[in-house]
Structures are given as structure tokens and as C-alpha cells.
Nanobody, 114 residues
Framework: QVRLVESGGGLVQPGGSLRLSCTAP????????MGWYRQAPGKERELVAD???????NYADSVQGRFTISRDNAKDTVYLQMNRLKPEDTAVYYC????????WGQGTQVTVSS
């Protein structure tokens, strides 16, 4: 069973930055498309960014220009650099394949508040 582990969340002021990491030793390098998702209280989990093994990226309109997804296959890690954070970015962030085919990890909480 692939175990996804997300980290890097925290409390940040509006306009601040965070970098999230997602690891799954021995697994991510073999997965074509990985994604970052988020779920805010009372809302459905949504895909905010995805990246193929070749480096092609896609972003939700709400994060386009502020978030950057990247991957390091040698480290079996996917990153999400989040800049110019807004209060509406507050959510639990998860990683998974683009088609949500793996068991979900625990996620990492991101709170944007002054």
C-alpha cells in the first residue's frame, strides 16, 4: 500500500508563503500525474494543481499565478509552493494521483489569517 505523507502546512498571514511537500517512498516517481488537493470546512475536496512525470502542469483558476507545483522523482516528492496566500486558501491540503487512485493521507492544515 502506498502511504502518502503531506507536510509543510501552518499558520501564515495573508500575502505570505508556504511550501508543502508530499512523499511516498518508492512510489511517486512511477506515477505519471500527481496532484495537490484541498478541502475547506463544509466544502468538497478540490484539485488545485497537477503535474505529469514530464513536468506539464495545470492549475485551478483560483490559484493560477500564485501556486507552483513541482516534483523531484529522485526523492519521490511532490511540492506545492504557495505565494500571496489569501484567507480563502485556508484548508487541509492533500496529495494524490490526478485521478485520486491512492488512499488519502492525513493532509496538512494551511491557515491564512491575520
Amino acid at each position: 500500500q502506498v502511504r502518502l505523507v503531506e507536510s509543510g502546512g501552518g499558520l501564515v498571514q495573508p500575502g505570505g508563503s508556504l511550501r508543502l511537500s508530499c512523499t511516498a517512498p518508492g512510489s511517486i516517481a512511477s506515477i505519471n500525474a500527481m496532484g495537490w488537493y484541498r478541502q475547506a470546512p463544509g466544502k468538497e475536496r478540490e484539485l488545485v494543481a497537477d503535474i505529469t512525470s514530464g513536468g506539464t502542469t495545470n492549475y485551478a483558476d483560483s490559484v493560477q499565478g500564485r501556486f507552483t507545483i513541482s516534483r523531484d522523482n529522485a526523492k519521490d516528492t511532490v511540492y506545492l509552493q504557495m505565494n500571496r496566500l489569501k484567507p480563502e486558501d485556508t484548508a487541509v491540503y492533500y496529495c494524490n494521483t490526478k485521478w485520486r487512485t491512492l488512499n488519502w493521507g492525513q493532509g496538512t492544515q494551511v491557515t491564512v489569517s491575520s
